[in-house]
């Protein structure tokens, strides 16, 4: 299954302005990872989109499970991968991802897409 996404970078940075959003959408490793990376909109966006794109091949949306439960982490170069936490780790416990994740000045857009994990190869 596929999924991609795309939003206009400068909704999600009025959407940043509020607490409650960066705490019900982000995990703790995103808000640091976006601090840490200069508290960049195109980076929260990027994320954003990417927890939709994943939401979108697993097929659901958020059914059952909240945005927060799809992490969005970062490799060493940067390259970004999944880790579902939560309800979305107990109703889809054996899928993996590849992800990509790009950004213009206006727009951040996500593909996501399920592969087997290592481990059922």
Do not use: W
């Not at 976006?34 to 927890?51: D, I, Q, V, W």
């Not at 992490?71 to 416990?93: C, M, Q, S, W």
């Amino acid at each position: 299954m596929l999924g991609t996404d795309i939003i206009e970078i400068k909704r999600v940075a009025k959407s940043a302005e509020n607490e409650s959003f960066l705490k019900g959408v982000y995990t703790e490793s995103e808000r640091a990872y976006y601090a840490e990376h200069g508290s960049k909109a195109e980076t929260l966006a990027g994320m954003f989109c990417a927890k939709e794109a994943v939401s979108k091949a697993l097929g659901c949306g958020f059914t059952g499970f909240k945005p927060c439960d799809i992490e969005i982490l970062h490799r060493d170069g940067g390259a970004p991968y999944v880790r579902l936490t939560g309800n979305a780790l107990k109703l889809f416990p054996d899928v993996d991802f590849l992800l990509s994740v790009s950004h213009c000045n206006e727009y951040a857009v996500a593909v996501a897409l399920i592969v087997p994990q290592a481990n059922m190869l």
